[in-house]
């Protein structure tokens, strides 16, 4: 079993935050990507009580960054930061929890920090964390968030010493770098202690790459194919096709006030932005081949316009483009619709937003148009389905 530990992904530690750690934030999609890579996913918070020691409003004569001594440790003066129930102590809503297992808490004792999620810094008062994992047969971990020289550092080290065969996911994590070198020291002195430093690439290419040469039908010859696509042939006919477990889903969003929720994006093929409904993959993750087709439409919704949606009803399905591709797109419709976060997918997609009323979207598509954009059909099919239902 391989668990993934994700440290402390919390609005303190990220921009805006008390003790914020530059490019907290940019970590957040990867991280979200990484979660339904793993048997199990566990978080961790940082969750102080408002007079814990560690803070500067505790110590008005010590700056922070300076260090003191506190219960036979050395203790670094913070900013106030993670305090019960604060905003800060919160997890950054774009993190994605609804593979996260369990969390646990640390530092909540007044008289200590505690930068490992498994034991306070006298290494006396356990977080449960170590059994946790013993218990599910956990004997990989994998380490990512904030920060990279104190509480990912601190995690990571205590899980080699306990045994378990630590990886450290370096482009996940982000530090604070109060001294310059901090976080190259700390990369140092994890791998000197045996932890695999390694690139989120390598863990997506060994849990997702798949096995491309898959069982083609004596009717279908394959002609090329890259991770994602093949292309083969029917007699004549050549067209792409995903690998069989792959499915596709998209989504009427319509809101109370009758809004329609579009995506637009630089699409390569086409070589412009192109406005669409929301829509993602279903199936496309290893060890998730059998994701339903409502949970991945309730995925992509949130993903990229950063909405939930009260009520949902599968429309229908549909094919794409027929005559190159035998991909068939299942419509869902989505309405009772709350705002959770800004949405805008994963760093790598650069998804923009747009809730434009329903009866302006014809005059707005067609501004669109004049700028340069492309409108995708489906998103016709869309106001078809969005006229036809009552909010
Ligand atoms: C952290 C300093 C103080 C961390 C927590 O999450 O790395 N750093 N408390
Ligand atoms: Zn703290």
């Known amino acids: 079993m391989r668990a993934l530990i994700v440290v402390d992904l919390q609005n303190d530690f990220v921009e805006g935050g008390a003790l914020a750690v ?12 990484l979660t339904c890579q793993f048997d199990l996913v566990i978080a961790t918070q940082d969750w102080h009580p408002a007079d814990h020691q560690s803070f500067a409003s505790q110590h008005p004569k010590l700056p922070v960054g300076s260090k003191f001594m506190l219960g036979g440790t050395q203790q670094t003066v913070w900013p106030d930061h993670c305090v019960q129930g604060s905003f800060g102590a919160d997890f950054v809503p774009q993190f994605d929890r609804s593979c996260v297992s369990q969390i646990f808490r640390k530092g909540s004792n007044r ?16 977080t449960g964390l170590e059994q946790y994992l013993r218990d599910r047969g956990v004997e990989e971990v994998f380490v990512v968030g904030l920060a990279t020289d ?24 982000q530090g604070v770098e109060l001294s310059p070198g901090d976080i190259e020291r700390s990369i140092a ?21 798949r096995e491309t040469t898959l069982d083609l039908p004596d009717s279908l010859e394959l002609v090329g194919h890259t991770k994602h696509l093949q292309l083969v042939k ?3 006919w050549s067209f792409v096709q995903r690998p069989a477990s792959v499915r596709v889903v998209c989504i009427v969003a319509l809101t109370d006030d009758r809004h329609l929720l579009l995506v637009e994006q630089h699409r390569p093929p086409v070589g412009c932005t192109v406005i669409e409904l929301p829509a993602g993959l279903a199936g496309d993750i290893i060890g998730h081949e059998d994701e339903p087709l409502l949970r991945a439409a309730q995925r992509e919704l949130l993903e990229e316009t950063g909405f939930v949606a009260k ?4 429309l229908t399905s ?3 483009s027929a005559g190159i591709t035998n991909e068939v797109v299942t419509m869902f419709i989505a309405t009772g619709l709350t705002q959770q976060t800004s949405g805008g997918g994963d760093s790598s997609e650069n998804i923009q937003v747009s809730t434009i009323p329903l009866s302006q979207i014809p005059q707005w598509l067609t501004e669109q148009q004049a700028l ?20």
């Open 372 to 391: 340069g954009k492309m409108v995708d059909s489906r998103v016709y099919a869309g106001l078809y389905f969005a006229n036809l239902i009552e909010t």
């Open 234 to 236: 029917r007699g004549k």
């Open 22 to 33: 530059a490019g907290g934030k940019e970590i957040v999609g990867l991280i979200n990507h």
């Open 111 to 126: 008289d200590i920090d505690s930068y490992s999620g498994f034991f306070d810094n006298n290494r006396k008062q356990a």
């Open 318 to 320: 549909v094919t794409s």
């Open 311 to 314: 009520r949902w009803r599968e």
């Open 189 to 209: 002195q994890m791998q000197a202690a045996g932890i695999v430093i390694q690139q989120s690439e390598q863990i997506m290419s060994t849990t997702t790459q």
């Open 150 to 173: 104190y509480c990912v550092k601190f995690t990571a080290l205590d899980a080699a010493s306990l045994g378990f065969k630590t990886h450290l996911i370096s482009d996940a994590c």
